[in-house]
């Protein structure tokens, strides 16, 4: 299906839902990386700090549930940091993509010492924290690809919403994985009867009911097993940071900029042109300015303002502009 290949020339009207060509573009792997480790941290928090206040602090279901509602307040100053920061300044996407994933990355290594040290105050105040990282991403993250590809909204949302999930499920299967064998101790096998069943209703209960002595024994191991599976996630959050410091930058215009209006009856219109009048919500203030490269490195060597321009989409319409402005100067 790759442009220019057998099936694509037989069957000119389908197209790929996501095309391959679109991976070779920097920003779209490195958003998507940064949004599989905002996942992966978010569906980290939510079921393995429940399990922390299950099996270590003891709380029942609905009391260990209420305490992941530590990490919803920090996604609401997260989500209204970012709309600062994209609306009002400094109005680039780099930036809240940088800082989220520098800040969730800490606080869920930070959060695996907590769990270990049993510190509870402090397991809240980091799921805070790491809800702060968490929802600064948000909408950067599809501002800064739908603002470089507007041409490709559909595509890239699409593999927004599907890297988060992605990375979610990565982390739940390492850090189970991680989990169950450091517990392996305790839970039932094929080998004993005498070990809990962590799939029957009443292990709990069978806990509560240990000595005191062996009830401490085992809130630590499951303190210490919790942590290594935050632990256990930890390079792929660094690898995102990485991805974050690789990123170009998208600025977003404030001043709105007149476009020549061009009625759909006129002959000249073309797919850009449609596409143009389908992305007024990307464009709302005006038109982005793009850096494709690495955006810190060009920081360092003071080239910014010489490498940024508008995006590809943008840069057609302005051809397709200038090429009516030429025919109807020629008929003139």
């Known amino acids: 299906m790759a442009p220019g290949r057998h099936l694509a020339q037989r069957l000119p009207l389908i197209v790929p839902v996501v095309p391959y060509q679109l991976f070779h573009e920097k920003d779209v792997t490195l958003v998507c990386i940064i949004s599989a480790a905002t996942g992966a941290a978010l569906y980290a928090c939510f079921y393995f700090a429940g399990i922390y206040f299950t099996l270590v602090e003891g709380f029942d279901a609905g009391k260990a549930g209420l305490q992941l509602l530590f990490y919803v307040p920090g996604i609401g100053v997260g989500v209204y940091t970012a709309i600062v920061m994209c609306n009002v300044y400094p109005r680039q996407t780099i ?5 989220g994933t520098i800040v969730e990355t800490g606080s869920i290594g ?15 105040v980091l799921m805070g924290v790491a809800g702060f990282g968490t929802g600064i991403r948000f909408m950067p993250e599809n501002l800064h690809l739908t603002g470089m590809y507007r041409d490709k909204i559909a595509v890239i949302l699409s593999l927004l919403s599907f890297a988060g999930p992605f990375g979610g499920t990565i ?10 064998n450091k517990m392996a101790a305790y839970f039932i096998s094929s080998e004993g009867s005498s070990r809990f069943d962590v799939n029957s209703p009443t292990a709990l209960n069978a806990i509560s ?13 499951a303190a210490n097993a919790i942590s290594w599976s935050f632990i256990s996630i930890l390079p792929f959050l660094a690898l995102s940071i990485l991805a974050a410091l690789m990123l170009g930058n998208v600025w977003i215009c404030k001043d709105k900029k007149a476009m020549k209006a061009t009625s759909p009856s006129d002959p000249t219109v073309n797919t850009d042109v449609a596409l143009q009048d389908q992305t007024q919500s990307v464009q709302r203030d005006g038109r982005p300015d793009v850096l494709t490269g690495i955006y810190l490195y060009a920081v360092l060597r003071g080239t910014p303002a010489s ?4 995006g590809p989409l943008e840069e057609r319409l302005d051809r397709h502009e200038e090429k009516k402005d030429s025919r109807e100067s020629a008929s003139l």
Do not use: K, Y
């Not at 930036?95 to 800082?99: D, M």
């Not at 490498?307 to 508008?310: E, G, I, M, S, W």
């Open 95 to 99: 930036w809240p993509l940088l800082i």
């Open 110 to 124: 930070a959060l695996s010492w907590a769990i270990r040290a049993r510190q509870r105050t402090a397991v809240n």
């Open 171 to 180: 982390a739940l299967t390492v850090m189970g994985s991680v989990f169950q």
């Open 209 to 221: 009911d240990l000595s005191l002595e062996d009830l401490e024994r085992f809130r630590s191991a």
């Open 307 to 310: 490498q940024r321009h508008l």
